[in-house]
């Protein structure tokens, strides 16, 4: 069974920067694609940033310029680091790999507020 299991999440100050990161259970070369999104309660949840296996990427408008997403073939992680944190970025974090289906980590809470 593929499982994604992400860290990284915690409580910093509106500015600030934090990185999650998500480990795959498997080679994520094995992946179409890996992305991070994003839930806050009462909405859905939205797409945050994606990497293609070639490496291409893309953003929500909302966070372009501030947030990276990268991968580590070796290390079969994918990262998210955040700067320039707002209030607006509170919420809770997953990982998703497309591997014929979507497969979903558990998330990882992430508050910003001072």
């Known amino acids: 069974q593929v499982q994604l299991v992400e860290s990284g999440g915690g409580l910093v100050q509106p500015g600030g920067s934090l990185r999650l990161s998500c480990a795959a259970s498997?080679?994520?070369?094995?992946?179409?694609?890996m992305a991070w999104y994003r839930q806050t309660p009462g909405k859905q949840r939205e797409l945050v940033a994606l990497i293609g296996g070639g490496g291409s990427t893309m953003y929500a408008d909302s966070v372009k310029g501030r947030f990276t997403i990268s991968r580590d073939n070796a290390k079969n992680t994918v990262s998210l680091q955040m700067n320039s944190l707002k209030p607006e970025d509170t919420a809770v974090y997953y990982c998703k790999a497309r591997y014929g289906m979507d497969i979903w980590g558990k998330g990882t809470l992430v508050t910003v507020s001072s």
């Open positions: 498997i080679s994520i070369l094995s992946f179409n694609n």
